[in-house]
């Protein structure tokens, strides 16, 4: 049974950080690329960043680049988004998402708040 389940979740002041983990199971991890994708409160989904299955290239949106750094663990089948500089802007639900020729699963999500 596939599974990935995103945490690291919470709330957070305005230029805090928070690492999103999310751990997958019941496929190949290494074989699929990660990503990142957010839906904040009454808008569409946001692709945040993702990496590839190897680990040694990753893309960002002009959003968060330069604040959000991706990255995996292929031994603990886990990506990571570690998030710093967060604005209230950043406030979301955080899904991880794997992809490899045309399968596509998706986690529950989890929720981020930037506020003071």
């Known amino acids: 049974q596939v599974q990935l389940v995103e945490s690291g979740g919470g709330l957070v002041q305005p230029g805090g950080s928070l690492r999103l983990s999310c751990a997958a199971s019941g496929f190949t991890f290494s074989s699929y690329a990660m990503s990142w994708v957010r839906q904040a409160p009454g808008k569409g989904l946001e692709w945040v960043s993702d990496?590839?299955?190897?680990?040694?290239?990753?893309n960002y949106g002009d959003s968060v680049k330069g604040r959000f750094t991706i990255s995996r663990d292929n031994a603990k089948n886990t990506v990571y988004l570690q998030m710093n500089s967060l604005k209230p802007e950043d406030t979301a639900n955080y899904y991880c998402?794997?992809?490899?020729?045309?399968?596509?699963?998706w986690g529950q999500g989890t929720q981020v708040t930037v506020s003071s």
């Open positions: 998402n794997a992809v490899r020729l045309g399968l596509n699963y």
């Open positions: 990496i590839n299955s190897g680990g040694g290239s990753t």
